[in-house]
């Protein structure tokens, strides 16, 4: 009861179960250890609702909250609504997980497009001095909108305290790895100089400026 309570407190008039996770047989947007992703709607208003687990080794949202506020300080992530100790209520962004969004856009254009974009939120967060966590594996930490528009979502691994390696990570993940995205990346965008791109991510850990931050975007895209 207390989490039904706690989305009436939101203002929250009713939820809406859809998406393509599930649980217990119902719909949902998105699901993972601490927690289950919602559709809710308050008054004409839609967002989205990240419940907290029963058995979450979290005992509360207020940090992933705090983190998700501290991006939307340097325009990355969902926008912050709300939270309480089991719900944390954001922007709800209508869109693809990029692993299924990069099956059904294959110009180069908009992938690179797409991607540089994702380096440049990167690269803000990491002059904030806020590392995600989780971005070196990210399939489910990236949702493109309908006007491919990438964000990144769920803060709830962020850490403002331990060295960030927000550009290091997701050109991992993109441009480095040979998993699925990896490959389908590596089709579209052709042949990137690897040993180049290493390269130019061990001088951009080093010293974090702008010059060698436009290496790595040189090494990646170009």
């Avoid at 989305?7 to 008039?13: A, P, R, V, Y």
Wanted: aromatic share 6%.
């Amino acid at each position: 009861m207390d989490r039904i309570s706690e989305l009436q407190e939101h203002g929250i008039s009713s939820v809406d179960f859809t998406g393509k996770n599930s649980v217990f047989s119902l719909p949902i947007l998105g699901k993972g250890f601490v927690g289950i992703v919602i559709k809710a709607n308050i008054d004409r208003n839609t967002v989205a609702v990240k419940i907290r687990r029963v058995d979450a080794s979290r005992k509360e949202l207020q940090h992933e909250a705090k983190m998700l506020l501290e991006a939307n300080s340097v325009q990355v992530g969902p926008k912050f609504q709300s939270v309480s100790k089991n719900c944390l209520l954001m922007e709800l962004i209508n869109g693809n997980l990029l692993p299924l969004w990069l099956k059904s856009h294959s110009e180069k254009r908009f992938v690179k497009s797409v991607f540089k974009d994702l380096l440049n939120q990167c690269r803000r967060l990491d002059k904030l001095g806020l590392d995600h966590g989780e971005l070196s594996k990210a399939p489910k930490h990236i949702i493109i909108d309908k006007k491919m528009k990438p964000y990144i979502v769920d803060f709830e691994t962020a850490s403002n305290t331990r060295n960030v390696s927000n550009v290091t990570s997701i050109c991992q993940f993109l441009f480095l790895s040979y998993g699925p995205v990896g490959k389908t990346a590596l089709k579209i965008l052709g042949n990137r100089n690897r040993n180049k791109i290493i390269k130019v991510l061990k001088k951009y850990k080093t010293k974090k400026t702008n010059e060698n931050f436009n290496l790595v975007l040189q090494a990646c895209l170009y």
